[in-house]
């Protein structure tokens, strides 16, 4: 059974990585990728738009990773289903990319937010693939006036599950390929 999982997850992931082109490969090892992105969303400065969309990154293993039962909260997606069943040795290098917890950025037409699991694994030739998991995606459709709201009556936050975005998977993507081919 041990050997499936790896199977699905690598089948999964690459239908999604051609699908959505949530895929990118770089020459270097696990390892080292995991540090680059680290340092990566640190460095961002806090004038820019990218600081409130990755405000923090977490590594895999790190005392504020959330555990795989908050992950797995709905909705949820079979790559991702996939990737909670990995042994955590084949989770290490992962990172999780998180915005402010407030933060909304327009994304096909609409006010999307999402956290980013960057999978992290090692291949043959001294190559890395990171494959991008969209974990918890919403979108901000407004206020709508509750009369039983948590705190009484008013106007609370409309957030809705919403399917993820290929064009913020892109733009992750992007960011990712430009900090990985700086020199550290």
Excluded at 21 to 29: I, S
């Amino acid at each position: 059974m041990r050997a499936v999982v790896p199977a699905v997850l690598a089948l999964l992931l690459s239908t999604a990585a051609h699908a959505q082109h949530d895929a990118l490969t770089v020459r270097m090892a696990a390892p080292q990728v995991r540090q680059a992105l680290l340092q990566a969303v640190q460095r961002i400065p806090a004038q820019r738009e990218e600081h409130r969309r990755y405000r923090m990154v977490l590594p895999f293993g790190s005392p504020l990773f959330p555990p795989d039962a908050d992950l797995a909260l709905p909705p949820s997606n079979p790559a991702l289903a996939a990737w909670l069943a990995l042994p955590a040795e084949q989770r290490r290098h992962d990172v999780l990319i998180t915005p402010d917890v407030d933060y909304y950025w327009n994304a096909e037409g609409r006010q999307y937010a999402c956290q980013f699991l960057v999978h992290v694994q090692a291949l043959d030739g001294g190559l890395t693939q990171l494959a991008l998991l969209q974990v918890h995606p919403s979108s901000y459709a407004g206020k709508s006036f509750k009369l039983l709201g948590r705190t009484g009556p008013g106007y609370y936050r409309d957030i809705q599950p919403a399917a993820p975005s290929p064009q913020s998977a892109a733009e992750l993507l992007a960011f990712l390929a430009a900090a990985l081919s700086q020199p550290q």
